[in-house]
């Protein structure tokens, strides 16, 4: 099957995700043009998945073309701010058909569902890997950032955490339920970025971050660039039924410890509880207090015997074995 | 060495290029926050270079580091728009220390000579691969595209196209010249992406593409988007010194569909050429005119022995053998 390139990203890639006004020109020229909107700032990252590292060799393309949206996505969420235009650098061992219809039907739909226009990139052909740009908006001066946390602040958490890290354990045989499998793998395979609750959360998260190398790790990277501790309380952990059922020592592992949530990971003054609780009903939007900010640096989680303290957890590109 | 991922980038990218104060967070968030100008439009491109693809397996890192922002500035310079951030997704196998030094050594300082800063990236293991996305502005309306070339438009290059393709053949092995070697080679390593020549351009150029596949191919490009053809004189080809040392086949050979060259080809209505040449002297700016954009589609090559037309040539990432 020779796909040229130019015939490749006419066909899978023209015209994906949302129709957008502002796009003056996409895919097709040297750059995109793209008008912004007056007296907002501009909200900009890139993430790369690579295979065999950020997914299973062999993996669905529908969760590659997902995936590589979502934990952009997940970074706009953890911001406040609202995506808009994509750009997809995609390098690929040679061009298949039936993969590219899965990677681009799956990566449109969530960019649809989001607002999200492609407008450029590039592909080029090399071991699979996905980096994806996302440009997004604020109004100036409501990002959300990890650096505003102050000692007494409530510890938040959307969604539950862990479910990700045991989908891929079962996807990758290490781990057997046969009951859960199904919901615990597709919570791995496509998980659902909180845009909307990102977006809702400027005007009382005092500090926010996406949970991608596990609840511990990245509340750690909060409490860090806050200049204090968090102190997470182990039995107020949201842990979902089919998480529950591994076991209760192994579920509260992968809570902590596991990745690829893309939750948020939040912090709100106290004196602002009674009205985000109005205004977002946690029930509703799906988050639960898991903690506190404290002066000692760390992060300390307290359970039935104890309080355990680590430094600098979670999973580390260049170091892990 | 272990060298995690937050040290890494914390050593090695945390302050990349210029200072610039539209840049509200840059590295080591979620995502940047950066300032827009009021009334200008937003200019996006994204280029992948993977190892033994786009540079030669064990290629100098300082060449990669400066190839990877070059390609990209090359696209800006296309679009006649100025930089200002770039977001670098890195792929390592490992994190070597000499490796990370001469890349972000290089990187930096192409960065800092176009006042562009690093504000983001990603930093993963696996297959070496380099993914930059950058931004910038021109003012509304004031974009080079492809598509705007009408019959009887003069067409341009700048530079010497060819010595890249050259210099890499040489790199290589297949290619013999010791003379030679040490220019052509550093035209392949270390490309001038043409972004001043790009801004000026603006008000002049009806059309503009940058050659990183070749002239032949990418005139053609321009040519299809803007509904017509080119007729290239091969006789008006600049040719360094070093490349028509080569021999004239092979030099001519090399300008015409070597690639890398990341220069610009430019269309210009004949009615603005004489204030062309008064406010931007060829001889200056380094540019020269090749041919003419005429009505049959195609690009013709007109030299001694007669006209050949080609329809499709070029290097093709899926369909090359």
């Not at 007056?38 to 950020?54: F, N, P, Q, Y």
């Not at 109004?139 to 602040?153: K, Q, T, V």
């Not at 602002?272 to 207090?289: D, K, N």
């Amino acid at each position: 099957m020779a796909l040229s390139e130019f015939d490749l990203i006419d066909r899978y890639f023209r015209s994906s995700g949302a129709a957008r006004a502002d796009v003056r020109l996409g895919v097709g020229d040297d750059a995109a043009l793209l008008e912004c909107p007056a007296g907002m700032t501009l909200v900009a990252a890139v993430d790369t998945l690579v295979d065999g590292v950020h997914f299973p060799h062999g993996c669905r393309p529908e969760s590659v073309g997902h995936r590589a949206l979502a934990v952009n996505l997940s970074d706009l969420a953890a911001m406040g701010a609202r995506p808009a235009w994509a750009l997809l650098a995609l390098t690929l061992p040679s061009a298949e058909v039936p993969w590219l219809e899965g990677f681009s039907a799956a990566f449109s739909a969530l960019a649809l569902r989001h607002g999200v226009a492609l407008v450029g990139g590039d592909t080029t052909q090399g071991p699979l890997a996905v980096s994806v740009t996302l440009l997004g908006w604020l109004p100036a001066g409501g990002a959300l950032r990890r650096s505003g946390a102050a000692p007494g602040d409530a510890l938040f958490v959307s969604g539950t955490p862990g479910d990700a890290a045991a989908g891929l354990a079962l996807e990758q045989g290490r781990l057997a339920a046969e009951a859960a499998r199904e919901f615990l793998r597709e919570r791995f395979l496509f998980p659902e970025p909180r845009v909307a609750l990102g977006e809702r959360l400027r005007g009382y998260a005092s500090a926010c971050i996406d949970v991608s190398d596990g609840l511990l790790a990245d509340a750690l990277k909060l409490a860090r660039a806050s200049g204090c501790g968090v102190e997470l309380e182990a039995a107020r952990l949201p842990l979902s039924a089919p998480l529950r059922a591994l076991g209760a020592a192994r579920a509260r592992d992968f809570a902590l410890t596991g990745g690829d949530d893309y939750e948020l990971c939040f912090t709100v003054p106290v004196e602002r509880l009674a009205q985000l609780q109005a205004e977002l009903p946690s029930e509703l939007w799906g988050y639960t207090r898991i903690g506190t900010v404290c002066v000692e640096t760390g992060a300390h989680v307290r359970d039935e015997r104890g309080v355990k303290t680590v430094a600098a957890p979670g999973y580390d590109h260049f170091t892990a074995p």
